[in-house]
Nanobody, 114 residues
Framework: QVQLVESGGGLVQPGGSLRLSCAASGSISSITAMGWYRQAPGKQRELVARITNGGSKNYADSVRGRFTISRDNAKNTQYLQMNSLKPEDTAVYYC????????WGQGTQVTISS
């Protein structure tokens, strides 16, 4: 089992920045990749960014160039640095980890509004 705990969400004005963190615990050695999904009201959950154990990254077209995913393996933590935030980035953001199965965090709310 893998447990994931997100932090760092909040309310930010358009153009601002936020950094989300996700601390993993449990069967860390089983994880092959980590990432972030988001779900806005009335919309389907979508992949935002993903990073493999080898460091390969991929991003949704809507966030490429604005968001950066990273991992600190020593701390078993991944991050999502979000810059130039837009109102359409408003969503609940979920940390995920791929291992024996896909594990999900509880989600953290990100609201972009003036």
């Amino acid at each position: 089992q893998v447990q994931l705990v997100e932090s760092g969400g909040g309310l930010v004005q358009p153009g601002g920045s936020l950094r989300l963190s996700c601390a993993a615990s449990g069967s860390i050695s089983s994880i092959t990749a980590m990432g972030w999904y988001r779900q806005a009201p009335g919309k389907q959950r979508e992949l935002v960014a993903r990073i493999t154990n080898g460091g390969s990254k991929n991003y949704a077209d809507s966030v490429r160039g604005r968001f950066t995913i990273s991992r600190d393996n020593a701390k078993n933590t991944q991050y999502l640095q979000m810059n130039s935030l837009k109102p359409e980035d408003t969503a609940v953001y979920y940390c995920v980890a791929d291992g024996a199965r896909t594990y999900w965090g509880q989600g953290t709310q990100v609201t972009i509004s003036s």
